[in-house]
């Protein structure tokens, strides 16, 4: 570790601070980009990896899994450590863990590669927290809103891309390009970014990172193959059960220990707990509409519209866009409003897109046109919550919290995962000695996604209109 005087001077010549935003929002957007990887190859991994569809499903499972348990942890370590040094670990990680399922011809290497491609999501609160840091205070808001967005807007962007590169060549090939794509960036951080000096002082909770890890695997597992293992199944009960048990214990260590993993009454305070469930319920809302809009779209008609999967892939892609066009406006218009109002705004977004494909579903348009909507929901949406959390919480634990809120948008996209998913599978027809959704199916998807954006409304309505009680907050009002 270099002298903290070292630091300083490198913290001084830092490169222009557009760069510095444009190294973080790649960095986002290729961490985000790992969750739709291997979309294009999800029905083919029975017959490419020789295994069962139950344990090809762990090549999806394993990453949401790395990435909601290092997500907090990472956010510590980059308080206590460096946020930089963690974003460069977690992209070397990212790196190994590609080259692991490059190079892997059967199903063990394959979970072990993703397991370790899903520990770079926790690029994206660092990188907020790393924004905080360096840059001018006026340019805070606008940046924060960009690499925000990064988290919707790399699994748009990336279905595309990664279906064009297995339609033209072999499946291995995806991984290698993330690999390249983690070696780049990781230049690029190391070259652009600089050096954060403050640190939080004190030691590692290490008991508090195997209980959180601990209950948070039992909770996902429950959540994530539930509609494998049946709802009510043995597994799925002990799993979730005894997750939730292992978090209770969790909090009460972690409140009676003087230096937490995560400071629960930091967290607990009313606009930091309040984000974060909105954030869930945002996190669900998204997700349900990357579940349900693709399979109507791909899926033969009278099911669905038939298109392929590059086609139907080009149809989501521009709500990702949406999103980054919208990131900065977003950022000069909290500015204005205030972020709960944006919240609010990136709901009642949400709202009007399910209910828009409530009565409208029929053409590939009305998909284009709901998912745009989606795009400006979760662009003002998750533009708003690291605001309202950073307004609410000190320097010290600006890492931390913006990974507890990662971490809380990780929940509501699993746990959407698997309802949606579930519902899509109850209410089904046979069509061609195959079950299909119905669009009774659809529907209660689209029901469901609205709802849980009216739910972020409600709680966003309820967050104070000012926020902050700390006396020295990491963002300004």
Excluded at 81 to 92: C, E, N, P, T
Excluded at 95 to 115: E, F, H, Q, W
Excluded at 144 to 165: D, K, Y
Aim: with cysteine; charged share 10%; hydrophobic share 55%.
């Amino acid at each position: 570790m270099g002298h903290p005087d070292d630091e300083r001077s490198r913290l001084t010549r830092v490169p222009p601070q557009g760069a510095i935003v444009a190294v973080l929002a790649i960095a986002g957007l290729a961490s985000s980009f790992m969750f739709t990887l291997v979309v294009p190859i999800q029905a083919k991994l029975p017959e490419l990896l020789h295994a069962s569809r139950e344990d090809t499903a762990w090549v999806v499972t394993a990453t949401l899994l790395a990435a909601a348990v290092i997500t907090p942890i990472s956010g510590r370590l980059g308080d206590m450590y460096g946020k930089r040094r963690i974003v460069l670990v977690l992209l070397a990680v990212l790196v190994v863990g590609s080259v692991i399922a490059a190079l892997s011809t059967d199903i063990v290497g394959v979970i072990i590669g993703r397991a370790l491609q899903g520990a770079v999501t926790g690029v994206v609160p660092l990188g907020i927290s790393i924004l905080r840091d360096v840059l001018h205070s006026d340019r805070v808001d606008s940046a924060i809103a960009l690499i925000s967005a990064t988290m919707g807007v790399g699994g748009a962007l990336g279905m595309p891309l990664s279906a064009l590169v297995t339609q033209y060549a072999d499946w291995h090939a995806l991984f290698w390009m993330a690999a390249g794509m983690g070696a780049v960036v990781f230049a690029l951080v190391l070259w652009i970014v600089p050096v954060s000096v403050l640190r939080t002082a004190g030691r590692f909770d290490y008991v508090g990172a195997a209980g959180l890890a601990a209950g948070l695997t039992g909770i996902l597992l429950a959540v994530s193959r539930g509609n494998e293992w049946g709802w009510t199944s043995p597994a799925v009960l002990a799993c979730g059960l005894g997750g939730l048990a292992v978090l209770l214990v969790w909090g009460w260590y972690e409140l009676r220990i003087a230096q937490p993993l995560l400071d629960l009454r930091v967290a607990a305070r009313r606009p930091v707990l309040l984000t974060n469930i909105a954030s869930m319920a945002m996190g669900f809302s998204l997700f349900s509409s990357n579940v349900s809009y693709p399979q109507l779209l791909e899926l033969p008609a009278p099911a669905g519209m038939g298109l392929t999967l590059l086609a139907a892939s080009l149809v989501i892609a521009p709500a990702g866009l949406v999103m980054m066009v919208l990131s900065p406006y977003s950022g000069r218009l909290a500015r204005t409003v205030g972020p709960r109002r944006l919240l609010v705004m990136g709901a009642i977004a949400l709202i009007v897109a399910y209910g828009f494909s409530l009565l409208w579903s029929d053409e590939v348009w009305h998909v284009l046109v709901a998912n745009l909507l989606v795009g400006v929901g979760i662009g003002f949406g998750y533009a708003a919550m690291p605001m309202l959390i950073m307004r609410s919480v000190p320097p010290s634990e600006t890492g931390a919290s913006n990974g507890l809120n990662a971490l809380f948008r990780s929940l509501g996209t699993s746990t959407a995962a698997a309802v949606i998913g579930a519902v899509l599978a109850t209410f089904t027809t046979v069509q061609n000695g195959v079950n299909v959704p119905t669009h009774v199916a659809y529907d209660l998807s689209f029901v469901l996604g609205g709802a849980a954006a009216v739910i972020a409304l409600v709680l966003a309505a309820f967050i104070p209109q000012r926020p902050t009680i700390e006396r020295h907050p990491s963002l300004p009002e």
